[in-house]
């Protein structure tokens, strides 16, 4: 499992311009499909998604504390996404859910390896390397996906809703 882990970690840089341009294209068909409708969130929400991970990659992961600075640009994602919903969210799409779940379990995943690896100084291969190794991908092809296609895959939007409608309700 190791050294499966170790070879993902060499196409990194690859995998993320993927996933870059997965946004890129988001973005484009998300405004190509709304170029007519008044409702413009998917797209700025897809532009926001597409802005930050253009700037990530120009990031020297060589250089120190890159899980930091990872953990950072999401942290600002987050914070830009909803300053959005604040001023010009006016209809939330399942991506805004989506994308701020994905993007703080990033940052927490971010914070973790920052941790075990700046802090810690472990460079020794456990669990925590393989959950990030592994998750990491997964949510960031899933928030790419939802933006696109704008469906609620996974029911993470009737579980908060769920969840939200069970803590409002009087005992």
């Known amino acids: 499992m190791e050294e499966l882990f170790w070879q993902l970690n060499s196409v990194n840089e690859y995998f993320g311009i993927f996933i870059t341009w997965l946004f ?9 499909a709304a170029i007519n ?32 600075k990872l953990f950072i640009f999401d942290v600002l994602t ?11 969210g006016r209809k939330i799409p399942y991506g805004f859910y989506y994308l701020i779940v994905g993007l703080a379990i990033n940052a927490s995943l971010f914070m973790g390896m920052y941790i075990d690896n700046t802090l810690y100084g472990n460079w020794d291969f456990w669990w925590l390397w393989m959950l990030y190794g592994f998750l990491m991908p997964i949510i960031d092809i899933t928030m790419a996906l939802i933006l696109t296609i704008n469906k609620d895959l996974l029911k ?16």
């Open 24 to 32: 890129v294209f988001s973005f484009l068909f998300t405004l190509s």
């Open 37 to 68: 409708k008044q409702d413009k969130s998917r797209v700025h929400l897809c532009f926001i998604m597409m802005v930050s991970y253009t700037f990530s990659l120009f990031m020297d992961i060589t250089t120190a504390a890159p899980h930091l």
């Open 78 to 88: 987050i914070a830009v996404i909803f300053m959005w919903r604040i001023f010009l």
């Open 156 to 171: 993470l939007v009737w579980l908060i809703k769920k969840l939200k409608s069970s803590i409002q309700k009087p005992n």
